[in-house]
């Protein structure tokens, strides 16, 4: 049986090092190995460079700085041997077919014979790699395509050739999906595969619109960002991180490599960009592109080029009236077609922009896919797109979208005018039975719907509710079979902000589970899994002078995490991405957790100058056993920025569990759950909890009273130390005693109110509220 124990990573570059980095975080060793730099004394001094570049990245490419332990270095004069212990060999050289091809023809003499060998190349086909080498290598060769940074962006391209094992392609897909955590979409040999010949067209036609229609740099970031569902770095933000000079190396290479194309003018840099690069400005590398960052501290400031006379100016607000209007329009879907619809330069340009994507896109089917699916998922998972070309072209409506274009003298490629013809209303289109979530899709090559595969293990919950699954729903939270037994706990509110709507499915969840379900599990798919309370509503409330609603709210809300603490049945939280005070309080009150390797979680209520009140001062005085830890963790605010730093800091503990993939993470937590039926003992209320009482308060103290001393907090910070420390410490009993968990949740409540009342507090949360960074007053 297959197994991977080791890996091999030939290049030690930007990929090179990244792609070692994330196979680290899975626990996987690697050799990592570069050139001998000439004249340096360190023969492994290029492939240590591509490790400390990898540490020093931030976000940081490890998910703990203990996995650094796991990337050994080397270099091809001296390791190459030694390749022969891994079980697969990537490599990860520059572009250059020559250099990957001399590369292989060294690795192949000392890779075992049964070794995986793959190449990251970003667009090379995989044909032009291989020639010539004999069948018992490229039966083992494949593509395996990660996008930059690996640990971030979901998706890895699978490339394999003609001549590709089935066997070891399954395992390598299987591999990547759930020890990598990766999507992976299988692709043709062809150039730049899917994610770069869709990304390459869309940011050339962005470059074409801007030209011909004169926009300036902020109003196309403006429009191609969070606007219509890409990230912040948009369009220019985004060739400044990524290097004019890659950008225009990769335009040009496609262009040669794609003379079939009736679109490839749009792979060449337009001439702007090609005046910039003869001036060296390639971006953050050189400290310039289209934008500069000038002046330091208070006084920088951020410059944006004039793409006209290459000169640069203060960055300006771009503003336009139906921007304005659409801004607050949920779904993405009905923003962007108001977005379209609208006769400004906003809706001209995104007409434009989406019109000759979804034209190139069907065009392309089936050169890179046999299936929109493929095409879809690259651009999603490879972009962080939050739609795919056919999916956005759905959003709009694909009848009227059609139509428009052909009312425009557009010619349709001919498989849209085909699914035209069959009356088909969408790409995409549910086909649930037996309240079983099904999805089909159009198929060019059949022109009829197909059924999606399933996927074993993901469960999307709109799916399920779609089908059928949903038991109950209020305007923050929704209670979702999950079948087996097995009932979902899913918020919905806004950033799954924490109010009364969620507090209260937080019980019935419990209660109904007792009566009906086997276990519960608390998850959700928003982009986090929460920030924490409405800190709206607590303003307000706290403005008004509503003393007792307040109290009576916090209450609840402790009572609502202890029930989920003491369940009859077992509950296991699901967190992910941001899992901020409230959310964590929730988490830490779990039987299990099942955690998203990406997870940024922890106690950060003194951010607003308040503390936890919902039992997380006492769950971690619970986990931690010393109050000067815990004392330490909540007060400074820390931040895990992975599961792994999680459980170093005890927010998890040994025995949970942490999922790789998160489309698994659902269905993980609820196989986790099911796991713990047979075995799960509910818990009781601890009533004799330690606590230091006052020598543990007046050591608290003495340790903020230092930091402000020095300092490094101001007086209300001191004033949220002394309160936290009087919690920790039990509430400053006379020698060392027992209390309850009931008896430090009142402490909790009463130090969050009483600093609820202060204005100090009140400015910390007005502050967050309006520009979401924490004010130091």
């Not at 010949?197 to 300036?216: A, L, N, P, W």
């Not at 960002?225 to 933000?237: D, Q, V, W």
């Not at 969840?509 to 959700?524: D, I």
């Not at 792994?644 to 025995?655: C, I, W």
């Amino acid at each position: 049986m297959r197994t991977i124990r080791r890996v091999a990573v030939l290049g030690a570059g930007t990929m090179g090092s990244r792609i070692a980095a994330h196979f680290a975080n899975a626990g996987i060793p690697s050799l990592l190995i570069d050139i001998v730099v000439p004249n340096s004394p360190d023969r492994n001094a290029a492939a240590k460079k591509g490790i400390e570049a990898a540490v020093k990245q931030r976000p940081t490419a490890f998910f703990h700085e203990s996995g650094v332990s796991l990337v050994q270095p080397g270099n091809f004069e001296d390791d190459l041997a030694e390749i022969a212990g891994c079980d697969w060999v990537i490599e990860a050289v520059t572009e250059n077919l020559e250099i990957k091809r001399g590369i292989w023809k060294r690795a192949s003499e000392h890779a075992a014979p049964d070794a995986i060998l793959s190449t990251n190349t970003s667009g090379i086909p995989l044909a032009r790699i291989s020639e010539g080498f004999p069948p018992e290598f490229t039966a083992r060769f494949l593509g395996t395509h990660f996008f930059n940074p690996p640990r971030y962006l979901h998706l890895v391209e699978i490339i394999p050739t003609a001549t590709t094992d089935p066997e070891l392609l399954g395992f390598v897909s299987a591999f990547c999906d759930r020890r990598l955590g990766k999507g992976v979409v299988l692709c043709k040999d062809t150039p730049n595969f899917i994610a770069n010949r869709i990304g390459s067209f869309f940011g050339g036609t962005v470059h074409k619109i801007t030209i011909e229609d004169g926009y300036t740099v902020e109003e196309v970031d403006a429009l191609t960002g969070p606007l219509i569902g890409l990230p912040k770095s948009a369009s220019f933000r985004l060739l400044d991180i990524v290097g004019l000079d890659v950008w225009a190396y990769v335009g040009k290479n496609l262009y040669e490599a794609t003379p079939e194309d009736p679109w490839r003018d749009r792979f060449l840099p337009p001439a702007f960009l090609n005046d910039m690069l003869g001036k060296g400005m390639l971006g953050e590398k050189t400290g310039k592109g289209f934008y500069r960052r000038v002046g330091k501290g208070a006084d920088k400031t951020i410059e944006a080029l004039d793409l006209k006379t290459l000169e640069y100016h203060p960055s300006k607000k771009a503003s336009f009236p139906s921007v304005e209007q659409a801004r607050g329009i949920e779904p993405l879907a009905k923003r962007l077609q108001a977005l379209v619809s609208a006769h400004d330069r906003a809706g001209t340009f995104l007409w434009k922009l989406f019109s000759d994507l979804f034209l190139y896109s069907a065009d392309r089917v089936p050169e890179i896919s046999d299936r929109i699916v493929e095409i879809d998922r690259a651009m999603r998972w490879g972009y962080a797109n939050t739609l795919g070309p056919f999916e956005l072209w759905d959003g709009l409506g694909f009848q009227d979208t059609a139509r428009r274009m052909e009312a425009e003298g557009r010619a349709l490629p001919a498989n849209i005018v085909r699914m035209l013809e069959t009356g088909a209303e969408s790409f995409y289109r549910p086909a649930d039975h037996d309240r079983i979530p099904h999805t089909e899709y159009f198929d060019f090559g059949r022109n009829e719907y197909e059924q999606m595969t399933s996927r074993p293990g993901m469960l999307v919950l709109s799916d399920i509710q779609r089908a059928g699954g949903l038991v109950k729903s209020n305007n923050g939270a929704s209670l979702i079979d999950l079948g087996d037994g097995v009932l979902c706990l899913e918020f919905h509110s806004k950033m799954n902000s924490l109010g009364e709507d969620i507090i209260a499915l937080m019980y019935e969840a419990v209660e109904e589970t007792s009566r009906n379900w086997q276990a519960l599990v608390v998850a959700n798919q928003a982009p986090d899994f929460s920030v924490g309370a409405n800190l709206m509503m607590l303003l307000l409330a706290a403005q008004e002078g509503e003393w007792d609603e307040l109290s009576m709210t916090v209450n609840r809300f402790q009572q609502a995490c202890m029930a989920l603490k003491c369940s009859p049945k077992p509950v296991v939280a699901a967190p992910f991405a941001r899992t901020f005070a409230g959310g964590c309080e929730i988490v830490l009150h779990c039987a299990h957790v099942q955690a998203s390797a990406e997870l940024y979680m922890g106690l950060v209520e003194v951010g607003v100058g308040l503390i936890p009140a919902g039992g997380g001062c006492k769950e971690m005085l619970l986990r931690l056993k010393e109050p000067r830890r815990a004392f330490e963790l909540i007060g400074y605010a820390k931040v895990s920025t992975s599961a792994e730093e999680a459980r170093k800091l005890r927010m998890l503990t040994l025995s949970d569990g942490v999922t790789m993939n998160p489309e698994r993470l659902a269905g993980d937590a609820k196989d986790a759950a099911l796991k713990l039926v047979k075995t799960y003992v509910p818990h009781a209320p601890l009533a004799a909890i330690p606590v230091t009482g006052e020598s543990g308060f007046a050591f608290m103290k003495m340790g903020a009273w230092m930091a402000r001393q020095g300092e490094y907090i101001t007086d209300h910070d001191m004033l949220i130390a002394e309160k936290l420390a009087n919690v920790l410490s039990g509430g400053r009993l006379t020698g060392s005693q027992t209390v309850s968990e009931q008896y430090l949740l009142d402490l909790e409540r009463e130090a969050f109110l009483s600093l609820c009342g202060h204005p100090k507090t009140q400015q910390r949360i007005q502050h967050m509220l309006k520009t979401g960074k924490p004010l130091r007053n």
